[in-house]
Nanobody
Framework: QLQLVESGGGLVQSGGSLRLSCAAS????????MGWFRQAPGKEREFVAR????????VYDDAVKGRFTISRDNSKNTVFLQMNSLKPEDTALYYC??????????????WGKGTQVTVSS
């Protein structure tokens, strides 16, 4: 099993920034593509960004493109999500996930428990 623990969420004003981290343990981190997803109250979970095992295959949802940046540090078994120019509609529970990633698709089979991001207007 690969364990994933997210951190870095919090309350921020509109226009502000947050950096989420996801620490992995239990298996070889660099064997997995990684992704960030989010779920707002009353809505289904949605894709935010993904990154391949070696840092390639980066894809963003259109809603966050140009504002969010996904990255990973395989030496630290951690994936990051830098979120800038935050908007109230970015408010959600953010999940880290691991699986396989290509340039066109993905399948995640390990999930963290999430970290809450709240953006006030």
């Amino acid at each position: 099993q690969l364990q994933l623990v997210e951190s870095g969420g919090g309350l921020v004003q509109s226009g502000g920034s947050l950096r989420l981290s996801c620490a992995a343990s239990g298996r070889t981190f660099s064997d997995y593509g990684m992704g960030w997803f989010r779920q707002a109250p009353g809505k289904e979970r949605e894709f935010v960004a993904r990154i391949g095992r070696s840092g390639g295959f980066i894809v963003y949802d259109d809603a966050v493109k140009g504002r969010f940046t996904i990255s990973r540090d395989n030496s630290k078994n951690t994936v990051f999500l830098q979120m800038n120019s935050l908007k109230p509609e970015d408010t959600a529970l953010y999940y880290c996930a691991a699986g396989w990633v290509t340039g066109t698709t993905y399948n995640m089979y390990y999930w963290g428990k999430g970290t809450q991001v709240t953006v006030s207007s």
